[in-house]
Each structure stands twice: as structure tokens, then as C-alpha cells.
């Protein structure tokens, strides 16, 4: 891939999140994945740390190490022709430097967005202290276009996913991150674990930017996100947990019914599967 295409996808994806439509945004687990979502006609595609991480035999939480990450990034842009962003969690490191470490490896494995979390890895977690998130931010920014890459960045914030605090302040605990992200150089914010149709829309009103949802059974519908003004759909895991559900189902019909109807049925050909690589 050459710095120009790699840039001219990085200006793509960031447009991606101002309209006219909601961005919808597939997490893949490997090539495989990404290639089924890129053929099935999403704009960009987007990488599961979990999902990553169950399918190299470990655990989420940065538990693979920044190489085994960076590996899988690389795998799929070397296949997927549409903008790749990856999850770095909380960047595969404890000191900005080794954070920005992991930017510029993800950027050069093809990588044109990241994701990155406000809390700190820890047995406990907990909450960034908003300066030492800013500061980085910004930082991940330089370090961007020092590559001539215009990363696209997508800022975690984590208070409602971790219940952290009152919570009747959590809703302003929020709306301060957002804001301070975004004037760090935060393309977008991403309020995980934020589901209530009310809080969402508020947030969004409140950090005057994109805002990404990641989607569940208790979120509203892509119709009714996109009148809330959100700019981006995610599914973090949810997509490979519904394809293990499925496997999970195949497993069960032979094992209990000596049959495998539910295998046979609706699935891709040979030639199919590997065209997805070829």
C-alpha cells in the first residue's frame, strides 16, 4: 500500500463521519471477516480487541501482545481495500512514548483509524485523568501526521461502561471528556456502554461532534441512532459471538441429531472462500 492511497482512505474514513448517512461499522476478527464484510458492501471495517483476542487463544484486556495486534491489522490491509480503523485498547503501553509506539505501528500495518480507551489497565479499572488523556491525544495526532497519515481517532470514554462514580454525574463526567477530546484533536467520541435513546442524544448535542454507539440488545435501531443525531455504529464482539452461536449450533445438530443440515444450509462455496484471499 503506498502513503498516498493509505492517506487518501484516512480522508475518506473521517469523511465517512459527517453524513449524509450513519457510518456502519463491522468489527472483524481476521481476514476472513473482514473480507466477508467488505464484500457484503460496508464502507470500512473496523477490528474487535476481544474478538482478536479470543481468536489468537486469549482473553480481552490487552492480554496479546502490541506485535500479535499490529500482525492482524497488517493481515487484513494487505486483503481489504476499504479503510481499516483498529482497537489498540488502551495503546499497548504504560508512558506516552510506548503508546505512540503502537500509532505508528498500527499506521504502518495499513491501519487508517484507532480506537483508544480513557481507563487504565490495572486490576482495577479505572478512569484517566482527563489531562493525561488530552495530552495524548494530542500527541497521537503529531505523531500522525508526522507519517502523512491523518489518523482517524476515535475516543473512548469509559465512565458508563465501567459505572464509575455517582451516578448522577456520570452523564457530566461524560459530556467533559467528550468535549475535551474533541478539542484535542478527537475525531469522534465513543461513550461505550451508553445505551438510553435520551443520554445518547444528549451527549451528542453536548460534545458538538461525531459520536460513535456501539450497538447491543438494548440500543435503539440504526434508524432511530441516526435520528439522534449519533454519526457511527459499531458492534465491538457481537458480530463473532453471533457467528460462534452459529458454530456453537452446528456442533449441537451433529453431535445430538447425527445430522448437519444446519451446515449445510446457507453457507458460502469452496471457490468463495477462497476467493476471499486470493
Request: hydrophobic share 45%; charged share 20%.
Given at each position: ?61 490487552q492480554r496479546i501482545s502490541r506485535d500479535m495486534m499490529v500482525e492482524v491489522v497488517e493481515r487484513m490491509a494487505r486483503v481489504v481495500e476499504c479503510p481499516i ?14 503508546v505512540l509506539e503502537t500509532i505508528k505501528a498500527v499506521i504502518a500495518a495499513g491501519a487508517v483509524g484507532i480506537n483508544i480507551e480513557d481507563s487504565a489497565m ?157
Amino acid at each position: 500500500m503506498t502513503s498516498n492511497t493509505q492517506k487518501n482512505k484516512a480522508v475518506q474514513f473521517r469523511e465517512m463521519h459527517h453524513g449524509p448517512s450513519i457510518l456502519v461499522l463491522p468489527n472483524a476478527w481476521d481476514v476472513a471477516s473482514a473480507r466477508i464484510f467488505e464484500k457484503a458492501g460496508f464502507r470500512a471495517i473496523a477490528t474487535t480487541s476481544s474478538g482478536v483476542a479470543a481468536a489468537l487463544g486469549y482473553p480481552d484486556g490487552q492480554r496479546i501482545s502490541r506485535d500479535m495486534m499490529v500482525e492482524v491489522v497488517e493481515r487484513m490491509a494487505r486483503v481489504v481495500e476499504c479503510p481499516i480503523t483498529a482497537d489498540i485498547e488502551a495503546g499497548y503501553g504504560d508512558t506516552l512514548e510506548e503508546v505512540l509506539e503502537t500509532i505508528k505501528a498500527v499506521i504502518a500495518a495499513g491501519a487508517v483509524g484507532i480506537n483508544i480507551e480513557d481507563s487504565a489497565m490495572g486490576q482495577e479499572k479505572s478512569l484517566v485523568d482527563i489531562s493525561f488523556q488530552v495530552e495524548l491525544l494530542k500527541a497521537i495526532q503529531e505523531t500522525a501526521l508526522s507519517m502523512d497519515v491523518p489518523l482517524v481517532v476515535n475516543a473512548r470514554i469509559d465512565v458508563f461502561l465501567l459505572a464509575i462514580g455517582d451516578p448522577t454525574r456520570r452523564f457530566e463526567e461524560g459530556v467533559q471528556r467528550a468535549k475535551a477530546y474533541r478539542q484535542a484533536g478527537a475525531d469522534c467520541v465513543f461513550p461505550i456502554g451508553l445505551g438510553d435513546a435520551r443520554t445518547i442524544a444528549g451527549l451528542v448535542q453536548a460534545s458538538n461532534g461525531p459520536v460513535n454507539i456501539l450497538a447491543g440488545s438494548t440500543t435503539p435501531s440504526i434508524a432511530e441512532l441516526a435520528q439522534l443525531g449519533v454519526a457511527r455504529i459499531s458492534f465491538g464482539s457481537g458480530m463473532m459471538r453471533a457467528t460462534l452461536a452459529r458454530l456453537r449450533h452446528i456442533a449441537r445438530e451433529l453431535l445430538e441429531r447425527s445430522t448437519y443440515t444446519s451446515m449445510t444450509d446457507d453457507t458460502i462455496s469452496g471457490a468463495e472462500l477462497r476467493s476471499l484471499v486470493e
